[in-house]
């Protein structure tokens, strides 16, 4: 089967900007995961949808980043204006339901200088 | 809210050398445990999971790793590591049953030397 998809890989912005990643999950995956992974740390879960709603966004800093999945498929994540301290790893997981466990994309590196 | 600690951030050994990278856990509740891998500039691959049953857990590439409720621990052993085995490790816990939050360690990077 395919896997999860994601793009950009590589992002390079200017801090004050605005940038948007893209994922694809598995087909047939209802849940989507959104995990911030700064260096040196665990990845940290940003969003969780089951199906296009939303289950978990306790840890999203809704003043600047913002996600959505229509159509319970695909899903954008977008921070504006992006910090300094944004950068890290942004990775997109799917799941049929925590017994599966988890599979991720490849992950987007986010610079912001 | 469930927690997990990696009491090591890095784990150097030598090829063909036994390995074991520990993790512990908290909760209050019946959890799910997994161990995931991640290779440079990849994302994480699953190797394992212990959702209920045999405390004995097999995986891929030949890990394995045991649930010890007593001590809340879930340590990941290998016994007899390779090169391409280098990368980083993280656990990860979450409550049991479907749709639920997982939550990842800070990781442990082994580094596996000639």
């Known amino acids: 089967e395919a896997g999860v998809a994601q793009s950009p890989r590589y992002k390079i912005i200017e801090k004050r900007q605005s940038v948007a990643f893209w994922c694809n999950p598995i087909?047939?995956?209802?849940?989507l995961y959104w995990y911030q992974q700064i260096l040196g740390q665990g990845p940290k879960l940003l969003i969780q949808?089951?199906?296009?709603?939303?289950?978990?966004d306790s840890q999203l800093p809704k003043d600047r980043f913002s996600a959505e999945r229509l159509k319970g498929v695909d899903s954008t994540l977008k921070i504006q204006p992006a910090k300094l301290e944004d950068s890290a790893v942004y990775l997109c997981?799917?799941?049929?339901?925590?017994?599966?466990?988890?599979?991720f994309g490849s992950g987007t590196r986010l610079t912001v200088v | 809210a469930q927690s997990v600690t990696q009491l090591d951030s890095q784990v150097p050994v030598f090829e063909e050398a036994p390995v074991e990278l520990r993790c512990n856990y908290s909760?209050?509740?019946?959890?799910?445990l997994f161990w995931y891998v991640q290779y440079p500039n990849q994302g994480l691959q699953l190797l394992l999971k212990?959702?209920?049953?045999?405390?004995l857990v097999k995986g891929i590439n030949g890990f394995e790793a045991e649930f010890n409720k007593s001590q809340t621990s879930f340590h990941l052993r290998k016994p007899s590591v390779h090169i391409s085995d280098t990368a980083e490790y993280f656990c990860?816990?979450?409550?049991?049953?479907?749709?639920?939050?997982?939550?990842f360690g800070t990781g442990t990077k082994l580094q596996v030397i000639p």
């Open positions: 997981a799917s799941s049929l339901d925590n017994n599966y466990g988890y599979t």
């Open positions: 087909s047939g995956h209802a849940t």
């Open positions: 949808f089951q199906n296009n709603g939303v289950v978990d």
């Open positions: 909760s209050s509740v019946s959890v799910y």
């Open positions: 212990y959702l209920s049953g045999s405390t």
């Open positions: 990860a816990v979450s409550a049991s049953g479907g749709y639920q939050k997982v939550t």
